[in-house]
C-alpha cells in the first residue's frame, strides 16, 4: 500500500532515520522515503466546478512539524493540484494555460516515467479543474499517484482520505450538487479525518475551481466534540481489573 | 535496508500480486467479443469503479473522453464523438482489433498509448488499418522489448482477421503468445478458464487436417456466456466486480455495452 509509505514513515521513531549516506559521489538523487509528508486531500466534482480540501499540516516522522502548509495550488488558470506526501517533491507547472486533463496527462507520464527509473516523486497528486471544451463547461477530476496509477472521478481522497473518506463520498456524493452542500459533504469527510487520522492537524484549506478561475480559501478551523464520558475521567480504569 | 530497496521490494511485491481484474475474449465464425471488468484496485481498496481496460486500436483517429487530450499532439482536428460513451476508452467506428489488458493500471495504460500510437503511425504511412494478426505481432514485440522491464500487462486482443473470421490471441507479460478461440487473463482467469474450456469445446490443436478454433455459438449466445463467466468470477474474486465492459466486433464495426456487477 503505497500510502504508507507517505503517511507514517518508520514507525515509532521520532524522526526519519537519517539518509544512507549517497554512493558514488552523491549525483543521484533520490526519494527513498519520505522526509516531510502531508496527509489526505480530498476533492469532489459539484455543479459550478471541483473543489478541494486538506488540511494545512505537515509531519516529519510522527512530529507535526509545520501547520500552515498550503498543499493544495493553482496551476495556470484552469487547475487546482492538491498533493500528499513528501512536500518537496511537488512539481509545479508554471503558468501556461494548459487545460486540467493535459496537466493530468503531463503529471502522469512524469510520476510514470520517475517510477520505472526507480526515482520515484513520492506523492499522490490530485488534479481538479474546469475547462472549456467541446461540450461547454467541462469539469475535471484526476488522481495520480507515485507509481503511475491515475484515473478520473467524481470524488477523490488519497492518502488516508481512501479510507476513511471514500466510503463516505461514495454514499452522499450526488451529481450537481451546490457549493454549500460540497463544502458540507467536504467538512465532514474533513471531519473523520480530522478524528481518525494522527498526522491532520485542525486546520483546513478548501480551495474551489469553476470556470471563472481558482479560489484558494484562508485557513479555518473545524469544531470537534471531545465530550464524551470516557474521556471525562481517563484515570478511572488506571488500576485495571486484575 | 534502505528504504529504496525496501520500495523496490514493494514494487516488485505489486507486481507479483497477481493481474489484478479480469479480461476474457471468444472468437467466432463472424464475430469477436472482448470483455473486461472496470474496477480499479489498489491493494484492499478500490481506486475506482469506473475504469476501461479495453484500448480499441483500430481507428485512433477517433478518440473519446480523456483519449482526446492524449492524442491531441497528433490529430489536428476530432472527427467525432460518439455521445453514448464517456469513460476513458480509447473509441472508435470501423474497427476490427480491441486490446483488453489486465495488470498494473500504470503499465497498461502506457501499453495502451503506445500501441495506438504505432498504428496511428501505421495508418499514416500506410494508408490502411492495421490487421489484427500484424497487430498481435506488434504486441508481442512491444512486450519483449521491454524483457528487461516489462509492461506489467497481461493481454488478451481480439478482432477479427482478413477473412471476417474472429480471432482471439492471448499474451503474457513478456510477448509470448498465440492466436486461440478463446482466452481469459486477469485475476479471475483461474475461476474462468475451466467454465470456457468446457463450455467452447475448442478441438485439440494435435489433430490433421487443422479445425479451426473458434466457436460455433452465435454472437447473442457468446454475449450471454461472457456475462455468466463473469457474474461467477466477481462472486469469488475480490479484483473484479463493479461493472463489464462487452465490446463485440463484426462485420457492421463495433458494439459497446455494460452490465452492472457485484460491487463488493
Known amino acids: ?242 | 535496508m534502505s528504504r529504496l530497496g525496501d520500495w523496490v521490494y514493494r514494487l516488485q511485491e505489486q507486481r507479483r500480486v497477481g493481474s489484478l481484474s479480469t479480461c476474457v475474449a471468444i472468437a467466432g465464425a463472424d464475430y469477436c467479443v472482448v470483455t473486461a471488468d472496470t474496477r480499479l484496485s489498489v491493494g484492499y481498496s478500490i481506486l475506482t469503479r469506473d475504469h476501461s481496460k479495453i484500448c480499441d486500436l483500430s481507428s485512433p483517429l477517433l478518440p473519446v473522453g480523456d483519449a482526446t487530450t492524449l492524442f491531441s499532439p497528433y490529430i489536428d482536428t476530432i472527427l467525432s464523438v460518439s455521445p453514448k460513451l464517456n469513460l476513458c476508452s480509447y473509441v472508435c467506428r470501423a474497427d476490427k482489433c480491441v486490446l483488453a489488458s489486465s495488470g498494473f493500471q500504470g503499465d497498461i495504460k502506457a501499453l495502451h498509448k503506445n500501441l495506438a500510437a504505432r498504428e496511428l503511425l501505421y495508418q499514416h504511412q500506410h494508408n490502411k488499418w492495421m490487421s489484427c494478426p500484424s497487430m498481435a505481432q506488434l504486441l508481442s514485440n512491444t512486450l519483449y522489448f521491454k524483457r528487461s522491464s516489462p509492461y506489467y500487462a497481461i493481454n488478451v486482443l481480439g478482432g477479427l482477421d482478413s477473412e471476417g473470421k474472429g480471432c482471439v490471441f492471448t499474451y503474457d507479460a513478456v510477448g509470448s503468445y498465440e492466436r486461440t478461440g478463446y482466452s481469459a487473463q486477469g485475476t479471475g482467469s483461474s475461476l474462468i478458464m475451466p467454465v470456457l474450456d468446457n463450455q467452447l469445446k475448442s478441438p485439440s490443436p494435435l489433430l490433421l487436417p487443422a479445425r479451426d478454433a473458434v466457436t460455433r455459438l452465435s454472437e447473442s449466445e457468446a454475449i450471454d456466456l461472457v456475462k455468466d463467466v463473469f457474474a461467477s468470477a466477481t462472486e469469488r474474486d475480490i479484483y473484479t466486480g463493479d461493472k463489464l465492459e462487452i465490446v463485440v466486433i463484426n462485420k457492421a464495426g463495433t458494439k459497446l455495452e455494460y452490465i452492472d456487477l457485484r460491487k463488493d
Open chain 1, 1 to 242: 500500500w503505497q500510502q504508507a509509505m507517505g503517511s507514517h514513515t518508520a514507525g515509532g521513531s521520532q524522526a526519519p532515520p537519517p539518509p544512507p549516506a549517497a554512493a558514488g559521489g552523491g549525483e543521484t538523487q533520490r526519494t527513498q522515503y519520505p522526509y516531510v509528508t502531508g496527509t489526505s486531500v480530498i476533492a469532489l466534482k459539484y455543479k459550478d466546478g471541483v473543489i478541494m480540501a486538506c488540511d494545512t499540516g505537515a509531519s516529519y516522522g510522527s512530529t507535526l512539524r509545520y501547520k500552515s502548509v498550503e498543499r493544495i495550488k493553482a496551476v495556470g488558470k484552469h487547475s487546482l493540484i492538491g498533493a500528499s506526501g513528501d512536500l518537496s517533491d511537488h512539481m509545479w507547472d508554471d503558468g501556461n494555460s494548459l487545460g486540467p486533463k493535459e496537466i493530468h496527462s503531463y503529471l502522469t507520464r512524469v510520476m510514470y516515467n520517475r517510477r520505472n527509473k526507480f526515482d520515484p516523486l513520492w506523492n499522490s497528486l490530485v488534479l481538479g479543474g474546469v475547462k472549456k471544451g467541446p461540450k461547454g463547461d467541462e469539469k475535471y477530476l484526476g488522481m495520480v499517484n507515485m507509481i503511475g496509477t491515475h484515473f478520473e472521478e467524481n470524488h477523490i481522497a488519497t492518502g488516508f482520505g481512501n479510507h476513511l473518506a471514500i466510503p463516505i463520498l461514495r454514499a452522499e456524493w450526488h451529481e450537481d450538487m451546490t457549493f454549500e452542500e460540497a463544502v458540507k459533504l467536504v467538512e465532514k469527510c474533513l471531519l473523520v479525518l480530522l478524528y481518525r487520522d494522527r498526522s491532520s492537524i485542525n486546520k483546513f484549506q478548501i480551495a474551489k475551481i469553476t470556470a471563472e478561475g481558482s479560489t484558494i480559501y484562508p485557513p479555518y478551523s473545524l469544531k470537534t466534540y471531545w465530550g464524551f464520558s470516557h474521556f471525562e475521567n481517563p484515570a478511572q480504569g488506571a488500576v485495571g481489573s486484575w
